[in-house]
Structures are given as structure tokens and as C-alpha cells.
């Protein structure tokens, strides 16, 4: 009987010892593929590129973009949800795609149902800007102004919906100001229109603008992050003059749920040591961008707190996708 309870002892080390080995061990066999919810160009694209191209050469296989636009990320979404849980399957969710998305369109099924969270990567704040021209010299003036001429002021933010129209409705609800939402096909357009004088102020991702704002083609009031933003430390940040306020763009990875562990812990580590990178690091800092990091669990709880201020803007505003 002692034998067999050695024996048996033996061969559960060595089976906790070999799937020990089998999570350090893992490494995909063939290239991965990496589905982001935008075209080619722009912010997502190029933080999603970076990824890729890191996460390739630490796992060692070639990580493919397969871009996927359409209704917001939510067409890319469900491309990542259905596919097979394998580990060849990556997913570059955005606030959109994993918190805003699902109280935007009808019947879409919530995000956390079919994806699971591997690590947040990057974060950054929207930023207000007017035309040189703007008689505004800094939020407050701003908010002033829209609150002696209710309903005349505007907003224009890249789509209804997107979280630069949420960051507009945010900040009427948070100041108690009445604008008009103008939305426009992308960011090109709407900076157009602002330099041109037809809207009044503008949302944008600050590293969409912050070029504009270094060479003067735009005014910068203020940015959403909690604090002044590295890139650009003399333009106040929105909780200046709203405390409290924070309204950011962030970016994470995600895979079919049901991918196995060992695949999630690699794709994680591997994450967290790309952004603690300096060189990694350096680039984000010039372009207003902030490194997240941690453990999957740390992204899912990230999500939850978006979602739940992001759940009651939307239905206080009555926005919707159309």
C-alpha cells in the first residue's frame, strides 16, 4: 500500500511538472492572425501593427493584420468571436468593441460573452480643439459661452456613436451645457470643417491632432486623461476645470473564449514585456499614448468600470448608432 501511494505520488508531480512545462512551453505552430475592428491608417491601425510585429518576433511566427471595418469594430467582433479557440486567433478590441458598442447597436450580443480578455495595451485621451480663430481660449470660456447660448454651440466628433461623440455628451452632462452633435465621416473631415469655422469645437484622439496642435493649424483647450499629457503639458486637462472628468481611448487584446490557458498566459507575457520596453515606451510618449499592462483579470475589470459610465451616458444622452 505505501508503494502505491509513493507511486502514486510520483506520477502526480510528474503530471503537475509536465503541464507546467506545457504552458511555458507553448508557441504557435503556424502564423497567427491578428483581426482589427478599422482600415488600414490612423491610430488603431498603427498601435495594432506595432503589436503585431512585436508579438511575431517574441513567439516567433509572423502575426498577419487582417483589417476588418464596418459598424463600428462590431463587424470584427464577430469574425473573433466565431473563430476556433485555438490560439491562432487574435482580437485588437477597442472601447468600442469591448464596453460601448453593445448599447449602441440592438441585439448585439455583450462582447464578454464570446471574447476573453488577454491584457490591456494602450490608452490614450481625447483632446478638444477650435480654429485659431475661435474666440475660446480655454474650456471654461468655452463652457461659458454654450451656456449663455443654449442649443447654438456645436461638437463634431468622427461618427455617431464613437467614442468622441461620447466624450461630447459626457461633457454636456458633466458641464450642463446644451450642443449639437455634428458627426462626420472621419477625423480628416471634421478637422476640415473646424479649421474652415463650421463647427464650433471638435473631439479628436490626441495623436490624430497633436501635429495640428504643434504647428498651430489647431487650438488645443484640453485633454480627457485624468492629468496633463506628457506630449503636450501645457494644454490643461479636462478634470481642471471638471473634476472628476476622464474620458479615454483604449485598446486591448483579446481571443475566442475557450482558448486554453497556457495560449492566454504566453500572449499575455509576452504583451507586458512589450510594453515595458523603453524604445516601445518612447514611441507611445511621443504621440500622447500610455502603456496599460497586467494580467487578463486587471483588463476585465478595466472594462467593467468603462462600461458601466459609458452604459449611463448613452442612455441619459439617448444616443444611438444611427
Known sequence: MAASMAELGRRLVLSMAAATAARAEWSPARPLRMIVPFPPGGTTDTLARMTAERLGAALGQTVVIDNRPGAAGTVAADIASRAEPDGQTLFFASIGTAATNQFLYPNLPHPGEALAEVAGLFSLPNMATVAPSAPWRSLGEFIAAARARPGHLTFGSSGAGSSLHLTGALLASRAGIDILHVPYRGAGQML??????????????????????????????????????????????????????????????????????????RLNREANAMLADDAVRGRLANIGVAAMGGPPVEFTRFIARETAQWRQVIREAGITAE
Not at 245 to 254: N, P, S
Open 192 to 265: 476640415n470643417e473646424l479649421v474652415a469655422g463650421r463647427i464650433s469645437i471638435a473631439f479628436g484622439n490626441i495623436s490624430t491632432g497633436i501635429g495640428l496642435v504643434r504647428d498651430g493649424v489647431l487650438r488645443a483647450l484640453a485633454t480627457t486623461g485624468a492629468e496633463r499629457n506628457p506630449a503636450l503639458p501645457d494644454i490643461p486637462s479636462f478634470a481642471e476645470t471638471i473634476p472628476g472628468f476622464l474620458a479615454t481611448v483604449w485598446y486591448g487584446l483579446q481571443v475566442p473564449r475557450g482558448t486554453p490557458a497556457a495560449v492566454v498566459e
